[in-house]
Every structure is written in C-alpha cells, then in structure tokens.
C-alpha cells in the first residue's frame, strides 16, 4: 500500500532569490491531533538541479523566517518552541518561549503564537493574548542569547481555567477571557513596531499604544516599506496605508467576501496574496485587480509573497511559483503531484 506523502505548506520564507524555507504538513495527519510537521529548504533555479531537503520535527510549524544579519534560519512552532540555525546546522539551538503555547506542561495560558520576524538587527515572536517575545543574542555567540517577554503591560493575563458547565458563569468566563490574537509583526527598526491580528499596536521610545484604525476588519498581515509607508491587509478586502504618526487610510476597493493574508512590493507594484487568487493594486489608478500569470492552469492559490533579487515568490499551500518581472514559472514539489 502506497503512503500518501502529499503535503501542505503552512509558510514560505526566502533566503535568496532561489533558495527557501518551507513550513510543511502532512495531508494524512491532522495537526489537531498530532504534534508532527516538516521543514522543507529549497536551492537552485534549474528544475533538473534544483536540490530540496526535509526535516521532520514534533512539534506543529507554524512559521519560518530569515535572520539576515546572523545569517540564520528561523523555525516556530505554535507551541513557541523555537529552532535558529545556521546554514550546514551549526551553530543550532532550540529554544521555548516562557509561558507560551496550549498544551505543554508549563504553559501558562497565554495561548499559541503565529509569527517569527526579523525587524531591524533583532529578532521577534507574536502570538495570542498579546504576545510579543524578543530574542537577545549572546555577547560571545549568538545562540547564547535568550528570549524575552517584550510586550510588558500590552500582554493580556493568563487565561484561567474554565467554570463546570454552560451557564451564565461560562459565559462571564468567556467574556473575561477573550484572548486578543496577534498573527503579524514588523517594523522599519527596532523603534517602531506593528503588532497586528484583533488589534493594531504600534511600539516606540519604549512603550506600546494601541492605534485606532478605520476599520473593524481582522488584520491578516503588515508590509512595512519604510517608517512613514505601511500597508496592513485583512478581511473583506481590508488594505490600509499610513503609519502611526499620521494614521491609515482605507485603500479597500473589493466588494465580496475576500480575505487579503500577504503583500510584497514588487516593480513599483503591492501585490497581495488572498484566498480569491493573486491581485494587484496599482497606485497610479488606486485600485485593486486581478493579476493573471498566465500560468496553465492559472495560479491555484497564493498565500505568503516575498521577493528578493529581483524575483518575487509566491507561496500557496499547494501551488509554488516565482515572477521574473516577465515570466511566471511553476515549481513542482517532489512529494505532491504536479500542477497541469
């Protein structure tokens, strides 16, 4: 009996313009029930050489990232285990956020976290109940560092054990317990952070504020291109553009129930992955369209865009595809069937 190897990918991350990091899982497992995944890494343009590499974990990743000033492969699970490594595997370390994560024995109710990130020369985790981690290297070797709360008063407290049954007690319980999810964090230094999910916080000169945004949408993601121009994306075809200073503009031109979840800018373009396929918005006509690829069959789905050295990836859970600026090219996946 064949076993079926087909895989998801949660996230994507790029290294270089043709080397990445994937976060996998496995079709025929269920994360709810198993703590097991993968990280795929990827290098070369030639589909004949292209080399791809895998490593199972036991824990559920979440999120992979790119540290480029230490020059190490980031790797998060839900849990806040957290893997840095280096190319070839040393140095490499495995960390556990304090508190963090749903299951583990010493967790402390502060529920799962989303997102791993390099902003400015650190390095930074987001999670629910407000959670914000930061990493502090070592003063020898980098791995010697060590993680630490870094959302102070922000952090939401601990969530406490339920009551027995399903009355007016529960539901004062669940009132009291509404953990506020951040899903996204960026920034254009160390001095001026996003936080984003169910709120939008902005960290500077030592304190988080939360900021007041024209919307009441859930906030997916950030793209920060420098201090005074910020995008975040979200439900219904939420794109807002500002920064904290000045504030955010609503950019939303899309009627229907779409749910933005990433953005790159690309040639003087903001393209946004959504679960409606891959748009575009163009600043000169300040309006959101399709982007078609020209791919056969045309893009499946797109989730996570980075792009850097000139090409632009995008990151779908089953369909992986890079753009030239001229060309969009498929990349198939050694464990899943192609796309044609």
Partial sequence: MAIDKTKTFQFGALINAFVGLLAETLDAININDYDFSFVGAYSGKDPLTRKWLVKDYDWVTICVAYW?????????????????????????????????????EDALGLGYVNRIRAIGNALYVCGQSRQVYRFEPGAQQVLDGSWFDFAGPMRQAPISDPP??????????????????????????????????????????GRWRQLQLPTDEFINAIKVISASEVFLLGHNGTL?????????????????????????VFEGKLYLASNLGLF???????????????LQPELQDTHI????????????????????????????????????
């Fill in 68 to 104: 480029p000033i230490h020059q190490l492969r980031c790797v998060l699970s839900r849990e806040g285990q957290i893997r840095l490594y280096a190319p070839g595997g040393s140095p490499d370390k495995i960390y556990q956020l304090p508190g963090a994560g749903v299951i583990r």
């Fill in 164 to 205: 027995e049954g399903d009355g007016e007690e529960f539901d004062r319980w669940l009132d009291a317990n509404d953990a506020i999810d951040f899903v996204d964090i960026d920034g254009s230094s160390e001095n001026d952070i996003y936080a984003v999910g169910d709120e939008c916080w902005h960290y500077h000169n």
């Fill in 240 to 264: 807002l553009y500002g920064n904290a200073q000045a504030g955010f503009t609503d950019l939303s031109s899309i009627d229907d129930n779409q749910n933005l979840t990433s953005a790159e």
């Fill in 280 to 294: 575009v918005y163009d600043p000169q006509i300040k309006k959101i369209e399709p982007c078609p690829t020209s």
């Fill in 305 to 340: 865009l980075e792009a850097k050295d000139g090409i632009l990836w995008s990151f779908g859970f089953k369909d992986l595809a890079y753009f030239d600026g001229h060309v969009w090219t498929r990349v198939d996946h050694p464990d899943n069937p192609p796309i044609r």
